[in-house]
């Protein structure tokens, strides 16, 4: 073929994606049609000569990733898999774009179709979490060997990712580790929705990739010799690579193009119809003609033979490899943390729970090697990091400590990244006040249904001194409102161990790991039931003679234990509940709920806001927690200022007593 | 006096600073002596020669501003207020450093002390919000000139602050629109907690802020000379400008300097006393020889004169200057707004709450010259533009609507800033869903308690086809526990117009409009009482003679009206009560609250998470919510698919009745 022809093909190809888009768009009346026709001469480049990938095996371990950073322009992720030939997709879906129940959702959702490598949406998630692709795969390349994992990470972004703050800090971690197998393909086409680019920004991204060690390209990005040597180049770069791909927004219609008009609604009929003469594109809607389709089939099949060659070396590779892959636990993995635990009971072990989580940590890292732990700048308060650790640096990947930097928000997307590419298991540490910056990732993280953890220190007024901007007061509440997190909240060693444990163990779902910054007694006197693992338990007294029910979490359960001691020598019986993952306990069955909580009268006591405590005390109970926000001050003299004391407990069964 | 007694001046009283910090921190056992002790030299050449204030008079309208982003050196602050002669500040004061309740708590805390510009501690917010205040200097320059508004905005961070994504997000938009009286001073002294920089970071900082438009100068951060000459050339510039400072961390204390030993605890009674013997300091602990002292307050009343100038031409400029300096709403400003709410009642308007929000701000922009607004890049679809506002551009202040660009978070820190300048009043707007991205932003004007708008639209899954990473969920019930934090979610025009009242009123509580994608009927029959300020009230039924209570919010007040009409056919009297904002609700006296909810059982209907709800319907009442994320797909079919419509809230009546 000459050149011509192929950029013929290429062409054909290209126009196969828009016209997908722009019918399917049409069709549900709603979606994004300017980015996918803007960038489908490059992501036909992209798809057709480099992206190493097999349809039939979606999840193949070893294949490039690729994240649509720019979420909305959905529609090319769609086309693309569709064209290349997943059968997870058919042209039925493509129809149904947009439609409740359909595989093709607004934005591109991960486990909801075969194919997508992450949701994305919440711009500058994307191209952030690829940081977290490219890392693990350094990682793992460097434990398993070029054989078994080497592959590229792919982004398509446009200026909103370019814009968002998270999208800097990623970069500049990016840069920092020379993670040089990340290529991102930037959509430079001048456009958002308010308008041109240049009316809020002015940034020179070009010098703003250097600055953060970023090798940078630039090319015509309908140009298709041009895209192709660019990727080229990029994939022999020694640094990330930042390719800017000058495009034209929505390109292709005739009188939409260029605008922010195409940007986010259907061109509407009339446009489509020009654009189809002046593209030349005589089929009718979801029709791809047999030609271009073979042509892309074929493009899907680029992959087969790396991927048999590579399913060979897996299949010899042994055990340790099948686990990564699988994210499968060692055997006896819990043996040191069940240790832990009963000598803590033993020795009636008095540390802050950070530290129990540093103990549990040198009781899981050496037996979990998928784990890679890390900080945003506070190891050595989180208590992060433990002996043996490596830390992770540029050039030399066979670590297991990450260091963030200031960067919570990247954090909380890498560790998404790690945990979506497989093969390792992401925690994460920083102030508890402080997860508000990476909340959106969270978030994300919850909604993908993906294992992360997030060790938050510092968790309540008894980070004492440092005032009200360090210390958590909404954010128990806040993380308890959101679906499919868990918030533990363990109130010593045994249930810190629990929460380890559980966290692990929860693949699919993110968990929070509140701890404190202060001392709290050993409280458990047995660990060997998983009490944690129910979310709530009676942990003094007895249920079927109380009186009164004290719930509570973390650094409280320690005073609802004094409070009941009291109470026991003035002759009021009353039980104490520790309740360190609300979450938990309300899977619970119905039955069990109400064998814990009991018809006594209820208080709750938690040094956060009361908000949403109401759920297991009702109207009637009592609740002792925090009104505002915190102060500066001794923690100890905190916790009186602000009554969430033995003294207050006692009291307050008494006035329920009363009533 | 000659440069070498000059310098030797310059280098006692930057020794004040380091000794009040370190002996201060000592005292406490607490705190963060590294960035002082580095950065007194800085300090002192700023705010001897250059800053504009008046001790006497610490919130004239006119002074520099100053942020000392990297809150955690608070002692730095404290030093200078206490040295320069502020009132409010004593030695004693210095003495008391983090004690509970001293002024001079752990970070420095806006209301608390006078001289504090701005709370800091969490990174990247005060670089940030300073960007707003030097744009809120323009904006006011333009429209009252030199004489009245003409001022600079300093800036004190370290590498926290750069490394924080929000702050590229805000240099971004300072450079974009040239703010060229913001000076940024960065304690370069290569040190975080976790080490030194380039173990997290290797950003070239200087080519960093080049890319955005930025001003750049380097300067020896212990040369008195090198600094002024900077400062003064700062000054001059068309352009923001970043001078980094090269200084070592803890300068002067012998053993720890240049280590991040010294940056987060104290220094320790041995190493302070090296430090008095190697800066040949022998004064006792928190004193100060006399004539540093004198040096000192001489240097507080070098801006006696220009505030003098300044107190005349304010007397002279009338009463609209006068106003905007007092923060005080132009008389009859809602005239217009009561105008709206009376039309629309009688038209019965239906509109979304977003366009409702649109119309409000048609009928309050132009009688509230204070309102600057803005979006970030969203302007179209949140509806904050209206007719006559012009747009902010580099070089032509005289506008009130601000293209933020994608940049939430530092829309958010942008609009404290323009808060805390004074004379305007901000509102931002961006999809609710989003404003996770700016939630740390948001409560630290909750801490501050300032006011702020925040226009979220596209409230629930009534987003529709864009899916869950676009559909809020958890977000309600996140900012409900959130201190002082007003969350409104009105149900039609009415109520719109009373949120949007209520938050321009509250000057002291930021306010957030929860508003609908979708189109929502007019349910208010009268708009004469101003129902949403008591949080809850009923719009529909009997207070006296009701079988049930349906509290709902927003988009679900008008299916909860349904639902009643449909009972009431059936012979079932229930009572509907709006609560839009269950904090104004909280805070109504009891009998109030229980009058408005009545005995009878409660459902509670709102499309979100039902965290939270118990506290009005109690445990025997029935919530109709959401219990994970949402999905895509048309909005309509999306309420069914989960469940919220009339026909669910009419069956959840029975069943309660039948209980």
């Keep these: 073929m000459n050149l011509f022809n192929h950029d013929k093909q290429l062409k054909s190809m290209a126009d196969a994606i828009r016209f997908l888009t722009a019918d399917a768009i049409e069709k549900s009346k709603s979606g994004h049609p300017g980015m996918p026709l803007g960038m489908a001469d490059v992501a ?277 490899f099948a686990d990564y892959i699988a994210n499968k636990l060692p055997a006896n993995w819990t043996e040191a943390l069940t240790e832990l635990k009963r000598k803590a009971v033993a020795e009636k072990t008095k540390v802050a729970t950070r530290k129990a989580s540093q103990m549990c940590l040198e009781a899981i890292v050496p037996h979990v090697p998928q784990i890679v732990g890390g900080s945003a700048d506070l190891a050595a308060s989180n208590l992060t990091l433990v002996d043996g650790m490596k830390t992770i640096v540029k050039g030399d990947y066979d670590g297991n400590n990450i260091m963030y930097g200031i960067r919570e928000h990247a954090m909380g997307a890498v560790m998404n990244g790690l945990s979506l590419h497989g093969g390792v298991i992401p925690y994460g540490g920083t102030f508890f006040v402080f997860s508000d910056y990476m909340r959106p990732a969270m978030r994300l993280a919850a909604l993908m249904g993906i294992r992360a953890i997030y060790v938050l220190t510092h968790d309540s007024i008894g980070v004492g001194e440092d005032g009200p901007t360090h210390q958590p007061v909404e954010h128990l509440a806040s993380y308890r409102s959101m679906p499919n997190i868990l918030t533990f909240r363990p109130c010593d060693v045994v249930e810190t161990a629990e929460a380890w444990q559980l966290a692990i163990e929860s693949e699919h779902t993110p968990s929070i790991l509140a701890l404190s910054r202060q001392g709290l007694p050993l409280l458990r006197t047995s660990s060997e039931i998983l009490e944690s693992a129910r979310g709530g338990y009676i942990i003094r007294g007895d249920k079927d ?104 407990i006692v009291d307050s069964v008494k006035n329920l007593l009363k009533k």
């Design 44 to 320: 036909t480049v992209l798809f057709t000569k480099f992206i190493k990938l097999n349809p039939e095996a979606p999840r193949w371990f070893d294949r490039d990733r690729f994240v649509l950073s720019a979420g909305h322009g959905s529609m090319l992720i769609y086309s693309l898999l569709y064209l290349l030939g997943y059968k997870d997709i058919s042209i039925d879906d493509i129809r149904n774009f947009r439609q409740l129940g359909a595989k093709t959702a607004g934005h591109p959702e991960y486990g909801h179709l075969a194919g997508i490598d992450m949701t994305t949406g919440p711009l500058g998630q994307g191209i952030s979490s690829a940081v977290g692709m490219a890392l693990a795969e350094r990682i793992l390349n460097a434990r398993f060997g070029d054989e078994l994992c080497s592959h590229y990470t792919y982004v398509i972004n446009g200026d909103g990712c370019l814009m968002e703050g998270i999208s800097e800090e990623a970069i500049s971690l990016a840069g920092h580790l020379g993670l040089n197998k990340l290529i991102v393909l930037w959509d430079n086409n001048n456009i958002t929705i308010d308008g041109t680019v240049d009316k809020a920004n002015s940034t020179d991204q070009i010098m703003r990739f250097r600055a953060v060690g970023w090798n940078t390209l630039d090319v015509d990005g309908h140009d298709y010799s041009q895209i192709e040597k660019a990727i080229s180049q990029a994939q022999e770069s020694d640094k990330p690579t930042l390719i800017s791909c000058r495009t034209k927004i929505g390109f292709g219609a005739p009188t939409k193009c260029g605008t922010s008009k195409c940007h986010g609604s259907p061109l509407g009929a009339e446009e489509v119809a020009a654009m189809r003469k002046a593209l030349q594109w005589n089929y009718e809607p979801f029709e791809v003609p047999e030609d271009i389709l073979q042509a892309w089939r074929n493009a899907g099949r680029r992959g087969m033979d790396a991927y048999k060659v590579w399913e060979q070396k897996a299949q010899t590779a042994g055990q340790p």
């Design 545 to 648: 003679n109380r009186q009164a029910t004290l719930i509570a979490t973390g650094s409280e359960v320690s005073l609802a234990v004094s409070a009941r001691d009291r109470l026991k020598e003035e002759g009021i019986e009353v039980a104490v509940v520790s309740m360190p993952c609300t979450e938990l306990f309300d899977r619970q069955p119905l039955d069990y709920q109400e064998e814990i909580l009991g018809a006594a009268p209820r208080i709750a006591i938690e040094a956060a806001s009361k908000f949403g405590w109401e759920k297991y005390v009702g109207l009637d109970g009592d609740i002792i927690g925090m009104d505002g926000f915190g102060a500066s001050g001794p923690a100890e003299q905190l916790y009186e200022h602000f009554g969430i004391t033995v003294e207050e």
